[in-house]
């Protein structure tokens, strides 16, 4: 019998996990400095002004997102990050107040997120990490699928992966509750809006 679209899944995750982090390593620290610090114009073509933006704090292997964080900020968009009440809990987006100011966050169930005291917001313009990709703007994730869930409910929201470019692959094994995203940019290219 063939594998099932989740153990295929997991094994991919597992290689590109790996890749994702041997990637990030062999990176100089002054080029690291320069990739991914401003959204390129294609993105910011596809968000409205003031729009709430949902982000991501990169944890070791991911793709950064400070230089994004900073730049829309700056712009004067209102930030969000992901925030959990308990590792069990669905996903849910709250305030991120400035993200010039490491102490703003607390830590929760999956890393660093906004204070219980700051409002739950959704955002308009959502970027995503992500494990692997394709050019056609299909994802995967981590598999938990805090991200397929949340964006089910909200499915008005412009969703932009934001990744290395060897986290592309030709084909992702995928599940009817796979929601595809509008745009990828990696360091070298911008993919979509589909
Ligand atoms: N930076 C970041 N924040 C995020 C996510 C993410 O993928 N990256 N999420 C995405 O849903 C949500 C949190 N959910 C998560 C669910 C599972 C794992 C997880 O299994 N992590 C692995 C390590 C992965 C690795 O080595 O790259 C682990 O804990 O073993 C992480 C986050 C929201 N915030
Ligand atoms: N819309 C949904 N409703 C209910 N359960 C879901 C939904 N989406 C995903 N799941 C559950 O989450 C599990 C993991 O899904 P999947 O492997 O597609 O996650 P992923 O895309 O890697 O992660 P994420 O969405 O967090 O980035 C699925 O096996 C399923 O049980």
Same mark, same amino acid.
């Given at each position: 019998?063939?594998?099932?679209?989740?153990?295929?899944?997991q094994a991919l995750r597992k290689e590109l996990r790996e890749a994702r982090k041997a990637h /990030? @390593? *062999?990176? %100089?620290?002054?080029?690291?400095? $320069?990739? =991914?610090?401003?959204?390129? @114009?294609?993105? $910011?073509d596809l968000v409205p002004e003031g729009a709430t933006i949902g =982000?991501? #704090?990169? #944890?070791?292997?991911?793709?950064?997102? *400070?230089?994004? @964080?900073r730049y829309f900020y700056d712009q004067g968009h209102p930030l969000a990050l992901p925030a959990f009440t308990d590792r069990s809990a669905p996903m849910e987006f709250r305030s991120w107040d400035n993200p010039y100011v490491e102490e703003a966050l607390e830590e929760g169930p999956f890393g660093p997120q906004p204070s219980g005291d700051q409002p739950i917001v959704v955002p308009d313009i959502l970027?995503?990490? $992500? #494990? &692997?990709?394709?050019?056609?703007?299909?994802?995967? &994730?981590? &598999?938990?699928?805090?991200?397929?869930t949340w964006l089910q409910s909200h499915p008005q929201v412009t969703t932009i992966g934001l990744a290395w470019d060897i986290q592309k692959v030709d084909m =992702? %094994? =995928?599940? %009817?509750? /796979?929601v595809p995203l509008t745009a990828i940019v990696t360091p070298s290219r911008f993919y979509g809006p589909f």
């Open positions: 019998m063939s594998a099932s679209p989740k153990d295929r899944k /990030d @390593a *062999a990176l %100089p620290t002054s080029i690291r400095a $320069l990739i =991914l610090n401003r959204p390129p @114009a294609p993105l $910011l =982000l991501y #704090v990169a #944890v070791a292997g991911e793709a950064p997102t *400070a230089g994004y @964080a970027i995503t990490p $992500l #494990v &692997g990709f394709t050019e056609r703007g299909e994802r995967m &994730g981590q &598999g938990a699928g805090h991200y397929d =992702l %094994p =995928l599940e %009817p509750h /796979d």
